[in-house]
């Protein structure tokens, strides 16, 4: 199907997602993610709350190529209320992938700062942030780095060192230069 499938044969799949087995839901949420057409999302979405195992993960694997720059709410939800699971990282991929796809560099990572200063889990924003970069998110990561416990620290230097751009190169050497023996290494 992959070799020949069009955007049609795409959505006849949308049945299996309801009726179908549980390998033949992985095999159609492994192909609507390969098609990445974002229309998708909202069909994907619910599965992630789904009993069976396979089609929850094949849904979470299945985000960050769906997602588009209006889903960022839904799934910040999605993060808020998967708690310590083997999911997280595939929100943060999908919330990242969201992100991204907003044109204006300066206003990427917006929803998420503003999420960060709400009830969500900073230590789940901030490798996100890392992903989106900006000025306003280096400031809000190194602002975590300098007030916050050992473990916010680091979460922060984590981000700071996979920034997707120069930018933390500067608040790094600053880091370093600071004489601090846990991360001047």
């Known amino acids: 199907l992959k070799s020949i499938a069009g955007d049609e044969e795409i959505s006849g799949l949308k049945d299996v997602l309801k009726n179908g087995s549980s390998a033949a839901k992985i095999s159609a949420i492994e192909l609507i993610a390969w098609n990445t057409q974002h229309e998708y999302f909202k069909e994907i979405l619910p599965l992630t709350l789904s009993p069976d195992e396979g089609a929850k993960a094949a849904a979470f694997k299945a985000l960050p190529s769906l997602a588009g720059q209006e889903d960022q709410e839904a799934l910040l939800n999605l993060l808020r209320s998967a708690g310590n699971t083997g999911y997280v990282s595939d929100i943060q991929q999908a919330l990242a992938s969201s992100a991204n796809k907003i044109n204006d560099v300066r206003k990427r990572s917006a929803q998420l700062l503003k999420a960060m200063d709400g009830s969500m889990d900073k230590k789940l924003i901030i490798p996100v942030l890392a992903r989106t970069g900006g000025r306003e998110a280096l400031s809000a990561v190194l602002k975590e780095f300098e007030n916050g ?18 930018s933390a190169s500067s608040a790094l050497y600053e880091i370093c230069a600071s004489g601090n023996k846990t991360y001047e290494a």
């Open 149 to 166: 416990t050992t473990e916010m620290r680091e979460v922060c230097f984590k981000a700071l060192t996979s920034w997707t751009d120069y």
